[in-house]
C-alpha cells in the first residue's frame, strides 16, 4: 500500500479482555517496528522485526504483551489481560532494511482499557 | 546508552515568525539523527534526517536542521511559520534500528 496502515484505528475494551492490533507496513520493507505513545511516558520502542523475526523484544512491557509477523508482511500486537495502564496510542512503522533507515510510522491505534 | 533531549516542552509563535526547536542529544559516535512532525491524530511524519555529510540539512515543509557536534545539538528551523504548522515535534536519535525519541516540543501558532 501506500503507507503504513494501522487498525483498528480506535479501540476501547474492558478491562481484563484481550485486544489484537494490526500493521499492514509499506510493501518490500523488511524492518517494522512497534511503539507506544502514552501520556507521561511518551514515545516507547517496543519490539522490532527483521522479517518475521524479532531480534529485539526488549521493549515489551511484560509477559502479556505478544507480537508475531508473518509472511514478512502484517503484524498483529497482542495484550492480554488489558489493564488501565495500557491505555495508549500503539503505533507501527517500517522501514527498507533496518538499522539506520527511515522509519514511517502509520496513524496509530488508541487504546482504552475502562 | 543513547538519548535525545528537548528542553521545551512549549513553544508560542506568530504566524509569520521564525521557529528554532532545540535538541540536544548524548551519544559516542556519529549519531543517526531525525525530526518527527505529529499533527493532532495522526501518525508521525519525518521532516529531516542527518547521518553524515553537510551538517545543514534541508527537509520538507520548509524546515532545517543544523547537526553541531561541537555542542551536541540538531536543533531544526523554520524561517516563517505557517498556522499548519502547529503540532508536536519529536527529535530522535537511532542505535541501529531503535529510535529514542526526546519529549517533544508542541508548537502553538497564533494569528
Known amino acids: 500500500g501506500a503507507g503504513v496502515s494501522q487498525s483498528p484505528s480506535n479501540k476501547v475494551t474492558e478491562k481484563g479482555k484481550d485486544v489484537e492490533l494490526r500493521c499492514d507496513p509499506i510493501s518490500g520493507h523488511t524492518a517494522l517496528y512497534w511503539y507506544r505513545q502514552s501520556l507521561g511516558q511518551g514515545l516507547e520502542f517496543l519490539i522490532y522485526?527483521?522479517?518475521?523475526?524479532?531480534?529485539?523484544k526488549s521493549g515489551l512491557p511484560s509477559d502479556r504483551f505478544s507480537a508475531e509477523r508473518t509472511g514478512g508482511s502484517v503484524s498483529t500486537l497482542t495484550i492480554q489481560r488489558t489493564q488501565q495502564e495500557d491505555s495508549a496510542v500503539y503505533l507501527c512503522a517500517s522501514s527498507l532494511e533496518g538499522p539506520n533507515t527511515e522509519a514511517f510510522f502509520g496513524q496509530g491505534t488508541r487504546l482504552t482499557v475502562v | 546508552a543513547q538519548s535525545v533531549t528537548q528542553p521545551d516542552i512549549h513553544i508560542t509563535v506568530s504566524e509569520g515568525a521564525s521557529l528554532e526547536l532545540r535538541c540536544n542529544y548524548s551519544y559516542g559516535a556519529t549519531p543517526y539523527l531525525f525530526w518527527y512532525v505529529q499533527s493532532p491524530g495522526q501518525g508521525l511524519q519525518l521532516l529531516l534526517k542527518?547521518?553524515?555529510?553537510?551538517?545543514l540539512v534541508q527537509g520538507i515543509k520548509g524546515f532545517e536542521a543544523e547537526f553541531k557536534r561541537s555542542q551536541s545539538s540538531f536543533n531544526l528551523r523554520k524561517p516563517s511559520v505557517h498556522w499548519s504548522d502547529a503540532a508536536e515535534y519529536f527529535c530522535a536519535i537511532s542505535n541501529d534500528y531503535k529510535l529514542s525519541f526526546g519529549a517533544g516540543t508542541t508548537v502553538t501558532v497564533r494569528a
Open positions: 542527518y547521518f553524515s555529510g553537510d551538517t
Open positions: 522485526f527483521q522479517g518475521n523475526s524479532a531480534p529485539d
